[in-house]
């Protein structure tokens, strides 16, 4: 019996590809303009138009529609990730975009970012549709938020978990779900 077919010829190696950069020259020249003027701040805008049932569509400039749903257990039609869901993949977009950035103004070079997200949120008032009404705004949403992230590049465990921190401490989407914002609802003129 032949055990040429049991022991390799050649070492295993192991190929990784380095993630699509990002313009680090750019990200500097960024960077020292938030450094120049710390109180600046940017607008984002959404226009969200309901469909049906619990079905809208949020369109962002010129890109396609976000579609969102309700699952059928919630009387939606499970067309589409439910509004928490969304919410959860906005904090893994900017994320994301944040540990790149670290990782890029730290000259790491990564080669796989994964985030994995799950959220506690309740709805005991029914959307204020006569559930719970004794619920308070703390009390109703997102309770708990756990995020876990799966990180390669060439830097050692200790600093790729430096970079996620440094990230996760800096991200818009996260401080903002930490963090109470002004918050203001009106009818259109």
Same mark, same amino acid.
């Given at each position: 019996?032949?055990?040429?077919?049991?022991?390799?010829?050649a070492?295993?190696t192991?190929?990784?590809t380095?993630?699509?950069?990002?313009?680090?020259?750019?990200?500097?020249?960024?960077?020292e303009?938030?450094?120049?003027?710390?109180a600046?701040?940017?607008?984002?805008?959404?226009?969200?138009? #309901?469909e049906?049932?619990y079905?809208?569509?949020s369109t962002?400039g010129?890109?396609?529609?976000?579609v969102?749903?309700?699952?059928?257990?919630?009387?939606g039609q499970d067309?589409?990730?439910a509004?928490?869901?969304?919410?959860?993949?906005g904090?893994?977009?900017?994320?994301?975009?944040?540990?790149t950035?670290?990782?890029?103004?730290?000259?790491?070079?990564?080669?796989?970012?994964e985030?994995? #997200?799950?959220g506690?949120i309740?709805n005991p008032?029914?959307w204020?549709?006569?559930?719970a009404?004794?619920?308070?705004p703390?009390e109703?949403?997102f309770?708990?938020?756990r995020?876990?992230?799966?990180i390669?590049?060439?830097a050692?465990?200790?600093?790729?978990?430096e970079?996620?921190?440094?990230a996760?401490?800096?991200?818009?989407?996260?401080n903002?779900?930490?963090?109470?914002?002004?918050f203001e609802?009106?009818l259109m003129?």
């Open positions: 019996m032949s055990t040429d077919l049991l022991e390799p010829t070492p295993v192991t190929v990784h380095a993630l699509r950069p990002i313009d680090r020259d750019g990200l500097m020249a960024f960077a303009k938030g450094r120049n003027n710390p600046s701040r940017g607008t984002n805008k959404v226009h969200t138009v #309901m049906g049932q079905r809208s569509l962002v010129s890109h396609t529609p976000v969102v749903d309700e699952p059928l257990h919630l009387f067309t589409a990730p509004p928490g869901e969304i919410v959860l993949s904090l893994g977009g900017c994320l994301a975009v944040g540990i950035a670290v990782a890029t103004w730290k000259q790491v070079t990564l080669s796989k970012i985030i994995f #997200m799950e506690d309740g008032a029914a204020g549709a006569g559930g009404l004794q619920k308070l703390p109703m949403g309770q708990a938020i995020v876990k992230v799966l390669e590049g060439d050692p465990r200790e600093v790729l978990d970079i996620v921190q440094h996760n401490f800096y991200s818009p989407v996260a903002s779900m930490r963090n109470p914002i002004p609802i009106g003129d």
